[in-house]
């Protein structure tokens, strides 16, 4: 399988830097502000949970814009593509059905657009860092194998919705619910240490580490503001877990994607 893979990535990885390209293009074509509302977004949201849980509810963690803004890019990451994810197949019918691509290709296309914006995220990130005076370290070296767990992690779990989205209608529905569910306990506007482990630390270190979006997000917060550690061993711990889902999902579709056009 992984020669077949390697042969397919190289075959089709100009479709997927063109096929991103092009969704980037068309999404500022008719914009005013073209592509500054990639960057606008997501510091409105940055405002506005500053101000409704920096402010109204007192919110005191250490650089809490910074803070905010990096629970955002990595959950709005995860998010949107998991969303697009589920009718990815249906959404892109008159290219499935007139030629063949392996489908996990239309995956990686996606997660390019959205890694392209988590990017420009990441910049503004680092302006933050500076206008807050965050001295770096060696630390912040650690968010590279974090983003490498959360892409991975995102692709395998992509694949496997891609595939089930295909036979069933309402899975749109379910995710739908199951990703407002975690949103709220993944600790994307307050942190998870200060906020649950007082009185719940069990319930704290379940969700700071099995979570892998808690884990990700807070690790990340950890390396980039803080100057601490990633706990390597649950870094590990995820990436076989992603690598797993990500071949797991790569030989679904292998096995059924010729059974895809029957039933869109």
Same mark, same amino acid.
Request: aromatic share 24%.
């Given at each position: 399988m992984i020669k077949r893979v390697h042969k397919d990535l190289k075959k089709y990885k100009k479709y997927i830097l063109y096929s991103a390209r092009a969704e980037l293009n068309a999404e500022v074509a008719n914009s005013y502000l073209n592509w500054i509302w990639w960057i606008l977004e997501p510091i409105c949201f940055m405002l506005i949970?500053?101000?409704? &849980?920096?402010?109204? &509810?007192? !919110?005191?963690?250490?650089?809490?814009? !910074? &803070?905010?803004?990096?629970?955002?890019?990595?959950?709005? &990451?995860?998010?949107?593509?998991?969303?697009?994810?589920?009718?990815? #197949?249906?959404?892109?019918?008159?290219?499935?059905?007139? #030629?063949?691509?392996?489908?996990y290709i239309l995956v990686l296309s996606k997660m390019f657009v959205n890694g392209f914006k988590m990017l420009i995220s990441f910049l503004i990130v680092i302006l933050l860092m500076v206008f807050f005076r965050v001295k770096p370290t060696f630390n912040i070296f650690w968010v590279f194998a974090i983003l490498l767990d959360l892409f991975l992690f995102t692709f395998g779990c992509m694949c496997i919705l891609m595939h089930l989205g295909v036979f069933i209608a309402d899975l749109s529905n379910v995710i739908r619910i199951v990703l407002r569910i975690m949103f709220y306990i993944t600790g994307v506007f307050y942190s998870i240490e200060s906020r649950v482990s007082g009185s719940y630390p069990i319930l704290s270190q379940l969700l700071e580490k099995y979570n892998p979006l808690a884990f990700f997000i807070t690790s990340s917060r950890h390396a980039l503001l803080y100057n601490q550690p990633v706990d390597y061993l649950i870094l590990v711990l995820w990436f076989i877990i992603s690598v797993a889902l990500s071949i797991l999902g790569i030989k679904i579709i292998y096995k059924n994607e010729n059974s895809y056009i029957k039933v869109i």
């Open positions: 949970y500053t101000f409704v &849980f920096g402010y109204v &509810f007192n !919110a005191r963690e250490q650089y809490f814009p !910074a &803070f905010i803004f990096i629970g955002i890019t990595i959950w709005e &990451f995860f998010n949107k593509n998991i969303t697009n994810s589920i009718k990815m #197949v249906k959404n892109n019918k008159n290219i499935v059905t007139k #030629v063949y691509l392996p489908k």
